[in-house]
């Protein structure tokens, strides 16, 4: 009895199987085939069918090889040929077909093998989902990219010139006359002329960022350009009592721009003196650790610290500013996440107010290391 | 200081030029200015008074983007044409793109690059540099 009811269970579980089986390859909403080790189509779904436009009379008529682009099939016709010789289990790639109405798609192929008890291949089990969305998408942003930073550009440039001409007719009506200084509407129009050509400055600083090659990255001692910041900043460093303790190692070398890894040093060590706590002696602590291929520099405050929960998203927007200090002007922290990113690094803050706020660099470690590269003078 | 004798403007913002002649004629460094608005413009007269072997300018203060033939192209051509005399080119624009301003650098006809606006210190230093 028992074996008997063994068996019947068994059967109806692979007809439940089989049931599932079918159900799925017939209403799934992506392309489901079983190809033939020769390419020939042996079954397909309704997916595959709405997909590519063909009939199953007409698929049966035809190989995958024959519907495949032609960039595309070499490729395709290598894994599968891996897939057979057992070198893999599965296979995924990105490929177009032609669809019947002559059209190019998109598709994401997802392929196995079925072998049969003796591990010989019987046929293939294809899944083709349509990613011409995606795919479209992703050319877009793409374009949209080039264009917004074409746009930046001509912007900048042409802003550039009518501000300079601003700036030179005012310069020269004070030259002629004088008086004009303790006019109000011309000393009004003066501070309106500066701020726009600073906000232009600022404009050219972003698109230069942004046009970039990482090719040329240099590789430069990072204590050498501390050292550099730290002297760079000594008299306000002298005004404020600050205390700056260094325990960089001095054979670290970074992959960067002279000059941005140069401006992001500054900026941290400029934005701890500046957000210093009035009742605390400044303390500001930098090091660097390597970490995989990855050097991360801190540079630790004790000053009045950010809102984090507050401001946190905004912290490098551009024009944000968190504190009523007279210095702040929020473009700072913005140039400086772009100049990160750019070498392909990031920035990390951990910050509480009234204790400090500490900035984490992420750099990219150089490979090779050339001792004798100097930093740049600033300019 | 030195003066310049006569300096050739070309440039199509006509701001601009109105700008460079005041701060010259200001500082009393030149009074004597031929403006062009467009290389080619430029480029016709100057052959011209060359061949005719007559009085050509010192200083040449050229702006890169202009329309007919832009500041480069200018540049090809007049640099080709055989003058006894020194002219001192120096390219005044808003461009602050790196490729344009190392190509300037590694031309030996042009004396500098000069981001604009011009301003009375940019004057002085090429006064000093005749």
Redesign the interface.
């Known amino acids: 009895m028992q074996d008997i009811d063994d068996i019947k269970r068994i059967r109806i579980d692979t007809a439940i199987k089989e049931e599932q089986f079918r159900q799925t390859f017939e209403h799934a909403t992506i392309g489901m085939a079983l190809v033939g080790l020769d390419g020939s189509w042996l079954k397909v779904n309704e997916g595959l069918n709405t997909f590519l436009g063909y009939s199953n009379e007409e698929f049966y008529k035809l190989t995958f090889q024959d519907i495949t682009h032609p960039d595309d099939l070499n490729k395709d016709l290598q894994l599968l040929e891996e897939l057979v010789a057992n070198k893999r289990k599965n296979y995924q790639m990105e490929k177009r077909y032609v669809k019947k109405n002559g059209q190019i798609v998109w598709a994401h192929l997802s392929v196995s093998l079925v072998r049969d008890d003796k591990d010989k291949p019987i046929h293939f089990v294809s899944q083709v989902q349509d990613i011409s969305e995606n795919k479209k998408l992703s050319e877009t942003m793409l374009d949209q990219n080039r264009r917004l930073l074409n746009f930046a550009y001509i912007v ?2 042409n802003l ?2 009518h501000t ?2 601003l ?3 005012l ?2 009506m004070v ?2 006359n004088e008086s004009l200084k303790n006019d109000e509407y011309f000393s009004h129009l003066l501070t309106a002329s500066t701020n726009l050509t600073e906000t232009v400055m600022h404009l ?1 600083e972003v698109v ?1 960022i942004n046009i970039q090659s990482l090719d040329n990255l240099e590789p430069l001692n990072l204590q050498q350009y501390i050292l550099n910041a730290i002297s760079h900043i000594q008299a306000s460093i002298t005004s404020t009592n600050a205390n700056i303790t260094n325990t960089v190692s001095e054979d670290i070398y970074v992959a960067a721009f002279p000059a941005y890894l140069e401006s992001i040093i500054l900026n941290f060590l400029t934005n701890a003196i500046k957000y210093r706590s009035p009742e605390r002696t400044p303390q500001i602590k930098i090091s660097a650790k390597v970490k995989n291929e990855q050097v991360i520099i801190s540079i630790e405050d004790n000053g009045i610290g950010i809102d984090l929960d507050r401001y946190g998203t905004k912290l490098f927007g551009m024009y944000k500013t968190f504190h009523n200090n007279k210095d702040s002007r929020g473009i700072g922290l913005f140039i400086t996440k772009n100049q990160v990113e750019a070498l392909g690094g990031k920035i990390e803050v951990k910050s509480e107010l009234q204790k400090g706020s500490e900035f984490k660099i992420f750099l990219k470690k150089s490979k090779k290391v050339e001792p004798q590269t100097e930093p740049t003078p600033n300019n | 200081m030195k003066k310049i004798n006569l300096a050739c403007i070309i440039d199509d913002d006509p701001i601009h030029v109105f700008g460079t002649k005041k701060i010259m004629q200001l500082a009393n460094i030149c009074q004597d200015f031929m403006v062009f608005h467009n290389g080619e413009e430029a480029l016709r007269k100057l052959s011209a008074l060359v061949k005719g072997g007559e009085n050509i300018p010192e200083v040449i203060l050229l702006d890169l983007n202009m329309p007919i033939m832009d500041g480069w192209e200018f540049l090809e051509a007049f640099t080709k044409i055989p003058t006894q005399r020194k002219v001192h080119i120096y390219i005044v624009s808003s461009s602050l793109s790196v490729d344009d301003i190392n190509r300037a650098k590694n031309m030996k006809n042009v004396n500098n690059y000069i981001i604009k606006p011009i301003a009375l210190e940019y004057i002085k230093e090429i006064v000093n540099d005749l």
Do not use: I
């Open positions: 900048s440039h550039g010139s300079g001409n700036t030179m007719l310069d020269l030259t002629e050219n230069k």
